[in-house]
Every structure is written in structure tokens, then in C-alpha cells.
């Protein structure tokens, strides 16, 4: 009896931390989010760094200057990244990884060891000399090159080796 009586004593205070772990959860991930909707939507001015908890007095305007300061623009660019790039990163990842799970060809394992050293390799890395390749390589639409283009942020995407 004082066995079942200890393990329903532990199981409450567990619970209790266990949902103050998730509150603190909550609040680490979803405060920043909750101030950023929160000072958007607010009409009152704050100073730079200044955050609201709560709006004084909703309204659109902060969205509307925003949208007037170029939003839009990169919200479009981001869209057509993302769409692109993911369709190709997609086809490009499906066809390699089908080649080598299921075709068996000398210097697979090759493959397989250069693809999972390119994972191992920080982004930080490979950030320069991309820019550097890409400063390089001829823009067909623009005729410049593909530094400030969608080629030029899409094309990383689409030969990054961690989908496969």
C-alpha cells in the first residue's frame, strides 16, 4: 500500500514540472512571435528596441508601411525561392537518392562518403567561395552574373547534398 501510495505521490509533482517545462517552452518560442504581431499591430510609437506586450489600439497602419517600404518585393522574391528552388531540390534529391539506394555500380560508397562529408561541412564555410564561383558563372538573362539573381540563390539550393 505505501509503495502505490509513494509512486501516485511522485507522479503529481512530475507533472507539475513537466507543465512548467512546457510553459517555459511556450513562452521562449511563441514570446517573440506574439511581440512581433502584437507591436505590428499596434498604433502607439515605440522606440527602437521596444516591443509591446499587448496592442495600443489595433490597427494597419505599421503593415501598410511596411508594404510601402518594399515588403512586398521580398516577399515575392522569398516565394519564388522557395517554389523553384524546392521543386528542383526535390527532383534533383529523389532522382540521386533513388540512384543510390537502389543501383549497385562501383564508387557508390564513394558517393554515398562525399555526399555525408559535404553534410559535415558548416555553411559559414562554403559561404565565400560560393560567391565566388557564382561571381563567375554568366547570368544568360541579365548577361552579368549570377550574384543578386534568382539563379544565384537558387542554384546553392539545388546542389545541396542534405535532401538526398
Given at each position: 500500500m505505501s509503495h502505490l501510495g509513494t509512486a501516485l505521490g511522485l507522479r503529481r509533482p512530475r507533472k507539475i514540472v513537466r507543465i512548467l517545462l512546457y510553459a517555459l517552452v511556450v513562452v521562449f518560442f511563441v514570446g517573440p512571435l506574439w511581440t512581433l504581431v502584437a507591436t505590428a499591430f499596434?498604433?502607439?510609437q515605440?522606440?527602437?528596441?521596444?516591443?509591446a506586450l499587448w496592442p495600443r489600439g489595433l490597427t494597419f497602419g505599421n503593415l501598410a508601411q511596411?508594404?510601402?517600404y518594399g515588403v512586398g518585393r521580398?516577399?515575392?522574391?522569398?516565394?519564388v525561392v522557395v517554389v523553384v528552388g524546392l521543386t528542383l531540390q526535390l527532383v534533383v534529391s529523389t532522382l540521386a537518392a533513388y540512384a543510390l539506394a537502389r543501383k549497385r555500380f562501383r564508387g557508390a560508397s564513394i558517393v554515398l562518403l562525399l555526399i555525408m562529408a559535404t553534410l559535415m561541412m558548416p555553411e559559414e564555410i562554403i559561404a565565400i567561395p560560393t560567391y565566388l564561383v557564382l561571381g563567375k558563372i554568366a547570368n544568360p538573362i541579365?548577361?552579368?552574373t549570377l550574384i543578386n539573381s534568382y539563379g544565384g540563390m537558387i542554384l546553392p539550393l539545388v546542389g545541396w547534398a542534405l535532401p538526398v
Open positions: 499596434s498604433a502607439g515605440y522606440a527602437l528596441g521596444q516591443v511596411a508594404w510601402h521580398g516577399l515575392f522574391n522569398s516565394v541579365s548577361g552579368g
